[in-house]
DNA sequence: ATCGTTAGGATACGGCTGTATCCATTCGGG
DNA sequence: CCCGAATGGATACAGCCGTATCCTAACGAT
């Protein structure tokens, strides 16, 4: 075998091609012209590590779903012990863009979530972390409301939901420049306040 | 002149084969042929009513922001004598995708504003709307305050910032299914419950 | 040394895109 | 009556798209 070649290096390297440009110029810049040239590679090797522009378009999105785990676990181990409440304050602030490469992963987040309206196997891929974050955070926010942290009224999913969605909305007015980061983050922080009772700091 | 026509309504049946189109399968399906295809009418017909395909979009996202205005009012008035929650309830309302003509409203709503993420043009155009929304609740609540009808503790345009950004992200998951309208309605009842008091009924 | 597989360069294909052009029809004003 | 403007059909163009094909160079195992 000649030159052997680490194939998922490669393949890691068109996939962060492909969000640098459909966080920077949108999904619709995206081509497999476009892919090569932003690697700095031929259109043939495009074609050679990926079967398909549709699997190279998942493997975008699932690489975005990787990034925003990564991102939240990293926030979370920097925050120490975690509260109830700093779990949520680390998953919903990790949701925020709160930095270039956060910004450009948003938009490239935007960017596929639309497409996935209208596309069933990208819908597939791209609900899993949404649905797992939802989860996890109910699961949490239960668990809270049994130990005592939150009062018995509330309904967990709900709750999550309620954030999450809050979240969601807040990051599209940050990308298009509604509004601040930091206003943002007052916003959550607000509402963490009205779930937990104001932070003990 | 021979067979006089009327440009202005040969522009809306055009329009909203776009928002159709938009609505269905996406802005990327948008094409001058699917356009033309959709109205019964042929490609030069297209041409000859829009100069370009930009003025075509951006005609279609001004339609979308008419079409809101249009059922934020129709609710309003159907609801009668509004009080201050109500307002915000027929806004809010509004927003999310109740019936199938607003879930595809919605839906083209969503396409646009990725689109304009990377589009400076359909920015301008599409961000008038929003403000204006922002704008006008913002007052209201405002004068709700005055009125003692919130406690003073408020920051109203916080608020509303808030429960948009909320509108905006259940909406995105009612499109995708993850929620249903009924859910999506109670999470804003009971947001706005937490912001107003109770409701009377 | 050579054979066979792997890695990629070069190029081509049909299809779709937005836009432009050419031309025919229609009809109201003189 | 008929001329000229309004309307729109038919077609063409260059450019980009995803994909396929052909061919060559590199190199490990035999």
Known sequence: MPRQVDHDERRRRLTEALLRI?????????????????????????????????????????????????????????????????????????????????????MAWTAYYTAALTDPALAAVGLTLPNALENFLTVRLTAAQQAGDITPDRDPRTEVAGLLALANGLTSSVLSQQRSYEAATKIIDYHLDRLFGPEIS
């Not at 040239?37 to 779903?65: C, D, H, I, P, W």
């Not at 920097?78 to 409440?85: I, K, S, Y």
């Not at 998953?91 to 910004?103: A, H, K, M, N, R």
């Open 22 to 106: 459909a966080g920077t110029r949108g999904l619709r810049a995206v081509s497999m012209r476009e892919i090569a040239a932003e690697a700095g590679v031929s259109l043939r090797v495009v074609q050679y590590y990926f079967t398909n522009k549709q699997a190279l378009l998942e493997s975008g999105l699932t690489e975005l779903g990787a990034r925003m785990d990564r991102r939240v676990k990293r926030r979370a181990a920097a925050m120490g012990e975690l509260t109830p409440r700093g779990v949520f304050a680390a998953v919903l602030g990790t949701i925020l863009p709160f930095d270039e490469q956060s910004t450009l992963d948003s």
